[in-house]
């Protein structure tokens, strides 16, 4: 019995060992396919596809009663029109965030409203009058950028395809014309391994 | 459970063949004891209402990874639905979802699953993994499609119809390239073949255990709510409810409302339809376009039933084999339906009674079915492999060991009845539009009373939820203005024939409204809705414990807005 001992006191510990999760840091970059699922590949390739676009195209022009600063544009979150639960926030900040860096174009913060309510609120009461910034000289939006983003699912066997095709468009706010649009086509396949854990 | 070959001289055959038998009978309990204590207790706190002890008996498998982790989680799901805790009740419906779709994702062949396999083969089914029929899907999306319009996000309700729908596609896809024959899973048994051949003729008229017609009603009811973009797939949703529920009321009354404000051809196609199909299409003149809010009655009653066991014990040569298959009794009785009444105005002496338009009983039934044919070759399979290690185990060690091991292969020898518990027996849904302005709403059940009062607001639609069983009820509701006015076409005439002539005042309640931002509806803004904290890292929270008073009014759930 005893020549079993070591042996199994080893399996012990190296399972004992094993039990525990493992942590590493990855490239936020790298290529994702876990599953055909919308992921982070997907969103980083949107926002560099739809903001190449949109800076190629250069359709955003400064508002005519403020000329010399860029366009003034205001963000709505992106519709999400497929069957899975997208943070379609996520693509629009990080949209948001690259044209911003751009210097080409600036934003309002449209769904910031409450609480800069609230600080026009707080600062009636608690900032001195000189530094106070009070309601009404919010400046007017140009544009007015949104979209959605739609899947086609099919299914047959082991087989998976995913069609995702998101939609942006800019549109002049004071004349509704949209002024552009562009969309992104991405199509995922996943095959259930045939042999696995 | 095979009976090995009687070599014991003083002892007659025939008589150990009857022995192994009577005594697994002796030791397995009476039907309902016989099922897992968990089970029991979920069944014992569902019958008293008290849905904090149904709950006690999922806590410890939902958390942690195992064969039944997918079933529990479910059943916690729409337990806190159940108590109106529709944010913890989404969460555990994600939460299964990412635990079935892992499932689905895994490799076709793999050691765990061979393993499980073969682990059935020699104990019984329940040692495989629960990983949710696409009936369960369905509905574990339908019902978080809920738990969202509860809690006024519009969006993600529509997400988890859209994946309902993938579901029910892919199943109706699989439907047609398959030849579906109920005759050719009936076990040669005649006792067999006589039970299940009950069930089949309970559920000859389904298509498929996937499809039901109440998913694809509020399909219809959450895309018509998107405004002019989401009437093309709202009409699709509720054609496909009328294919499957095509005596419902309420599903006539949609379809006839979406067609209306498409207006046009699509109108004239609805009235020529339900015209041919017999069903009362509405008066043939123009009424006015509605001029109150819609309100949807969405009442779950009952509880799904719990499948039962069929144990055969069948000579095969000198071997006895024992079989155990799980089974539904019937359709069961038909759930009487909800009765509203508006407490004031002209709608008051009209009733509107809710219409089934989902039966769990019956698609589980039909699961069932389409599950027989695996079934029953496991059985026989795991049949054979207990007899084959009794051999073994007389051969080796002599008749009383080859014995014992028969005895224990019986006892083993186990129907998997796994089943999704705290689900409605049935699902009805009435619709109706009430007048504008504040409206209580008188409701009935079967041996209970209620009333709502709600805000109607012209053009706002009102979800009102009830779950009610022996011993426990309670309504919910949850109201979305109009954020752009209802579109006039006096020219295309409302058919709601089973409702008060439009204008009637009606049922419908309405807080003051939010800024109009987007088309569609948009929803009211809630009172304190009786939503629980998020789930702990250490578990769900809580349910609260069911009504426990015997008086019926102390019974009588909360009542929200």
């Known amino acids: ?197 | 459970m095979g009976l090995a070959r009687c070599r014991w001289e003083g002892l007659p055959r025939i008589a150990l063949c009857l022995l192994v038998p009577a005594l697994g009978a002796a030791l397995a309990p009476p039907a309902r004891a016989d099922h897992p204590r968990e089970v029991r207790r979920a069944l014992d706190g569902l019958r008293d209402g008290n849905l904090r002890r149904a709950e006690q008996a999922f806590l410890k498998t939902a958390g942690r990874p195992g064969a039944d982790q997918l079933l529990a989680q479910y059943e916690l799901g729409s337990l806190r639905q159940m108590a109106g805790q529709f944010q913890a009740s989404l969460e555990l419906f994600r939460s299964a979802d990412a635990v079935a779709r892992g499932y689905e994702g895994r490799a076709v062949l793999s050691a765990g699953a061979t393993g499980r396999g073969a682990g059935a083969l020699l104990i019984n089914d329940r040692v495989q993994r629960y990983e949710g029929s696409g009936c369960d899907k369905v509905l574990a999306r339908t019902l978080n499609s809920l738990n969202y319009l509860m809690l006024g996000d519009l969006e993600s309700a529509r997400v988890e119809l859209r994946k309902a729908e993938e579901y029910q596609r892919l199943e109706r896809e699989r439907s047609r390239r398959e030849v579906a024959g109920p005759a050719r899973v009936r076990p040669d048994d005649p006792a067999v073949a006589a039970a299940y051949g009950r069930m089949f003729d309970s559920v000859r008229n389904l298509r498929n255990s996937v499809e039901n017609a109440f998913t694809c009603y509020l399909t219809g009811q959450v895309f018509l709510m998107r405004g002019e973009e989401g009437l093309n797939d709202a009409m699709v949703a509720i054609q496909r409810a009328y294919e499957l529920a095509p005596q419902a009321p309420a599903v006539r009354t949609a379809y006839l409302e979406i067609a209306r404000r498409q207006g046009g051809p699509a109108w004239d196609l609805a009235q020529a339809r339900l015209g041919r199909d017999g069903a009362p299409a509405g008066p043939g003149g123009a009424p006015a376009v509605p001029v109150g809010g819609a309100l949807v009655v969405c009442y779950q009653s009952g509880l799904a039933p719990v499948p039962e066991q069929v144990k055969l014990t069948l000579p095969v040569g000198e071997r006895l084999y024992s079989l155990a298959f799980p089974i539904y009794n019937g359709p069961g009785p038909a759930q009487p339906p909800l009765e509203l009444r508006a407490a004031a105005g002209r709608g008051a002496a009209d009733v509107w009674r809710t219409a089934p338009v989902l039966d769990t009983r019956a698609l589980a039934a039909k699961a069932l079915q389409e599950r027989l044919p695996g079934i029953l070759t496991r059985g026989l399979l795991g049949a054979i492999a207990k007899g084959a290690v009794q051999k073994e185990s007389e051969d080796r060690y002599g008749p009383v060991a080859g014995f014992l091991t028969g005895v224990a292969g019986y006892v083993l020898t186990s129907a998997d009845r796994r089943a999704w518990l705290s689900l409605p027996a049935e699902i009805q849904v009435a619709q109706g539009e009430l007048a504008p302005g504040r409206q209580t709403v008188q409701l009935r059940g079967p041996d209970w009373t209620g009333a709502v009062d709600l805000d109607i607001a012209p053009g706002s639609r009102t979800f009102l939820l009830v779950r009610a069983f022996p011993g426990y009820r309670r309504i919910d509701a949850r109201t979305f203005l109009a954020a752009v006015s209802p579109p006039a076409r006096p020219e295309l005439p409302t058919a709601t024939p089973e409702l008060p002539p439009a204008g009637a005042p009606g049922l419908v309640p309405v807080a003051p409204g939010l800024a109009p931002v987007a088309p569609g509806l948009v929803p009211v803004a809630p009172g304190p809705p009786p939503v629980a904290p998020p789930p702990a890292a250490s578990g769900p929270p809580a349910v609260p414990p069911g009504p426990t008073g015997t008086d019926p009014a102390a019974r009588t759930p909360a009542i929200l807005q």
């Open chain 1, 1 to 197: 019995m005893h020549k079993l001992t070591l042996p199994l006191l080893a399996l012990a510990a190296l399972g004992l060992g094993c039990s525990g999760p493992v942590t590493s840091y990855g490239n936020a970059q790298a290529t994702e396919t876990v599953n055909a699922d919308f992921g982070s590949t997907d969103l980083q390739m949107i926002a560099d596809k739809m903001v190449a676009s949109l800076m190629a195209s250069n359709r955003l022009q400064p508002d005519p009663a403020d000329p010399g600063n860029p366009p003034l544009v205001s963000v709505t979150r992106l519709r999400n029109e497929t069957s899975e639960h997208i943070d379609t926030k996520s693509i629009t900040d990080k949209i948001r965030t690259a044209l911003i860096k751009s210097g080409k174009v600036r934003f309002s913060g449209l769904e910031m409203q409450g609480e800069l309510a609230d600080q026009y609120k707080l600062q009636g009461i608690m900032a001195d009058s000189a530094t106070q910034k009070a309601a009404g000289k919010q400046i007017g939006s140009k544009y007015i950028l949104n979209g959605s983003i739609s899947s086609i699912v099919k299914q047959t066997g082991k087989v998976k395809d995913v069609y995702y095709k998101i939609t942006l468009q800019a549109t002049d706010i004071e004349s509704a014309v949209i002024v552009w649009a562009d969309d992104v086509e991405i199509r995922k396949d996943s095959v259930r391994r045939l042999f696995g854990a």
